[in-house]
């Protein structure tokens, strides 16, 4: 007669199984954070490079005699993203088309400006404009939010832009008005307000530190 010594199989204890989940849910979090921290660097050095493209169009759009009485008031909020769109697409009208003179469009100073709607699909690279919900169009930086534009402290006699209601330009009282500008450059400052979306880009602290801007800031 054989007698058959059956082994017993250990299996995992309740404790091991947690131990292998909580390695496992660390190193998932680990792997996170390096991701997100990778896609964040690029965000930015895409967006500092569209800034420099955005601020050669417009030093260009500045520097022709003819646009003189076109360049806006713009003071870092809402509004001023629309400006900054106007001015490099030439649509003072802001139907989303450049404008014309006699049959003539008018030139476009950022050529790279290509049109994106967000319900037609995949986000596409490059400088991308779009229609807001309030009806205004803006240049987007790589968080699908606008740049935004602040007239330089050493511009004056320029008009200030219409202010938006719902889908319609609604004018101010001092709509024709010449301003001063209030940037911290001479000329202008073009800024994104980071990841975060926070801030006014009048500084690089608090809620600044993320904003990419043509600014430089002193730095002690």
């Known amino acids: 007669m054989k007698i058959r010594i059956r082994s017993a199989k250990k299996g995992f204890t309740l404790i091991e199984i947690l131990v292998v989940v909580a390695i496992l849910a660390a190193l998932a979090a680990i792997a996170w954070t390096a991701y997100d921290s990778i896609m964040g660097d690029k965000e930015s050095k895409t967006a500092q490079m569209q800034i420099e493209k955005l601020a050669a169009s417009m030093n260009d759009f500045m520097s022709n005699a003819e646009n003189h009485d076109k360049i806006l008031y713009g003071d870092g909020d809402e509004n001023s993203a629309t400006a900054l769109y106007q001015m490099l697409y030439s649509d003072f009208d802001g139907d989303g088309q450049t404008d014309s ?5 008018l030139p476009v100073s950022c050529k790279e400006l290509t ?3 967000p319900s037609a699909g995949e986000r596409p690279e490059g400088l991308l404009f779009t229609k807001t919900a309030a009806g205004q169009y803006v240049i987007l930086d790589p968080w699908d939010r606008p740049y935004r534009y602040r007239l330089g402290y050493g511009k004056k006699g320029v008009r200030a ?3 938006a209601k719902g889908s319609k330009m609604k004018r101010g009282k001092d709509v ?3 301003r001063k500008g209030r940037g911290m450059n001479v000329d202008f400052d073009i800024f994104s307000l980071g990841e975060d979306g926070l801030g006014d880009g009048l500084n690089n602290k608090g809620e600044n530190e993320d904003n990419i ?6 730095t002690k």
């Open 115 to 117: 049109y994106y709607d």
């Open 213 to 218: 801007s043509n600014i430089k800031f002193l």
């Open 101 to 105: 003179v006699k049959g003539v469009a």
């Open 176 to 178: 024709d008005k010449p």
């Open 161 to 163: 832009i219409a202010g």
